[in-house]
């Protein structure tokens, strides 16, 4: 997905900025970038490939030579960036959090207004923040091109815009993800995770609202375009991209995680049908989610197996596939002592395609598991995100959900009336996918978190909520 950090500040920010940003670097590990403002110097910029490497050993010898007292910064999963524009606004840099699902329809209409060309990235496509920052040059201030982008396209858009004057901040239009605002004597940050600047000697100042449009200076901020009352803020931040520390609408993840793994708790305590020695969560989301369950249920938590995380990153980041399962595997080590004999229950963030957790299913059994029941901390995954570059469900026909769908219907074309039945947990259709997902996976039993729970637990009203991977209602 991606993340971003800004700082405006009354001296050098370079270490601001290189902290700041490196406390992105749960959120994308392909590209990453910093571009710095000095009135001696101007703009400067680094980019870095960090698929091998992680951010801070690849920008270690950058910031020894960048300085200045405004600067922005983001790690990327998908386009280089931050882009350094030279338009009829004067020059800046942009960074953005994006998913741009209206593409050519843009592209055709800036070319219909007089825009020239797109430099192409490696696989052909067009950089999305290069395309942001050509539809707002298309107005007549930056503050009108800002939201004539967030109008215009189609998915989500948030993002970070410098000039030598300040940062813009603004947050999507239907506030799918975070902007974060930190104040501190020597001026101003704006960031998509709150926890990034408490180390940095700032403290909360203001979270933006859906389509707000703030502007930052080292002296203040100002409220160029008011917050709308409609909101869609991603459900999926609180239950697995967030980090624990992280905050969003007052909420924070781990204690939200903990309140799901209590919801399931008092679930499964109704049904009384299974009695585990011990609960267990897939590192790292998952581990919350069983805290929270433990705490409810009176079942002991225990680690039955720990990630080895000096070398193995995230497994879901790497682009490919194969790289992902095998990262997977590697990263879990088993404890033998704590899973020989034992009857466990599992807790993960989600199900997706289903093949890491049938891995880890697996090798429970082979080392003396007697009952493995799974608990996924979300209801099961239908449709795939629209509004963010989520890589785990890239794509519908990788979901288990739509294969077990597509076998029961005996059709790969269902409609929106069956694939609704299919997210009802009261409904004969949804046991029956639940049944054949446990056989497949080898689960002794599997409940998913249902959504009314999970909803109930978070405490925000449904309607400011974006559910659409679990329910296809937008």
């Not at 506030?175 to 998509?192: L, S």
Request: with cysteine.
């Amino acid at each position: 997905m991606g993340g971003f950090f800004g700082v405006a500040s009354h001296e050098d920010c370079i270490f601001d900025l290189f902290y700041g940003t490196d406390y992105h670097s749960h959120l994308g590990t392909r590209r990453a970038g910093m571009v710095v403002y000095d009135t001696q110097k101007g703009f400067d910029r680094a980019i870095h490939n960090i698929e091998s490497t992680n951010f801070r050993p690849k920008f270690e010898k950058d910031i020894l030579k960048m300085a200045g007292h405004m600067g922005i910064g983001c790690i990327s999963d998908f386009e280089p960036q931050p882009l350094i524009v030279r338009s009829h606004h004067g020059t800046y840099a942009i960074t953005t959090v994006s998913k741009i699902n209206n593409t050519d329809e843009v592209v055709d209409e800036l070319f219909k207004h007089g825009y020239s060309h797109f430099l192409e990235m490696s696989g052909g496509e067009i950089n999305p923040t290069e395309l942001v920052a050509a539809v707002i040059n298309q107005k007549e201030t930056l503050v009108e091109g800002i939201q004539y982008a967030q109008e215009l396209i189609r998915g989500s858009l948030t993002l970070l815009l410098m000039t030598k004057d300040g940062i813009y901040a603004a947050r999507d239009r239907w506030g799918r993800t975070p902007v974060q605002i930190g104040r501190k004597k020597e001026g101003y940050c704006a960031c998509f995770e709150s926890f990034s600047y408490l180390n940095l000697g700032y403290h909360p100042e203001r979270e933006l609202g859906p389509g707000e449009i703030d502007f930052i200076t080292p002296d203040g901020l100002e409220v160029c375009v008011p917050a709308r009352e409609e909101m869609r803020i991603c459900t999926f931040l609180w239950i697995y991209y967030g980090y624990p520390s992280a905050t969003y609408e007052g909420l924070n993840v781990e204690e939200v995680r903990y309140g799901c793994g209590r919801k399931m708790a008092e679930r499964d305590m109704r049904r009384g049908d299974i009695h585990p020695d011990c609960v267990a969560g897939v590192p790292d989301s998952g581990v919350p989610h069983a805290i929270g369950y433990s705490n409810t249920s009176g079942i002991p938590f225990s680690r039955p197996f720990v990630k080895y995380t000096p070398t193995w990153p995230r497994s879901f980041m790497p682009p490919f596939q194969s790289k992902r399962d095998l990262i997977a595997k590697m990263k879990l080590l088993p404890i033998h002592e704590l899973i020989d004999g034992k009857s466990l229950l599992l807790i993960d963030d989600s199900i997706v395609r289903g093949t890491q957790l049938r891995e880890t299913t697996e090798y429970l059994y082979n080392s003396g598991a007697r009952e493995v029941h799974i608990r996924p901390a979300c209801p099961p995954l239908v449709f795939g995100c629209k509004y963010l570059n989520f890589s785990r469900s890239s794509s519908e026909e990788e979901l288990i959900t739509r294969r077990k769908i597509e076998k029961l219907e005996g059709t790969d074309q269902p409609t929106w009336e069956v694939l609704e039945r299919y997210t009802d947990p009261d409904s004969d259709p949804y046991h029956a996918m639940m049944e054949e997902i446990r056989k497949e996976l080898n689960f002794t039993t599997l409940h998913y978190h249902r959504l009314d729970d999970m909803i109930e637990g978070l405490g925000i009203s449904p309607d400011k909520l974006c559910t659409y991977c679990w329910s296809g209602k937008e």
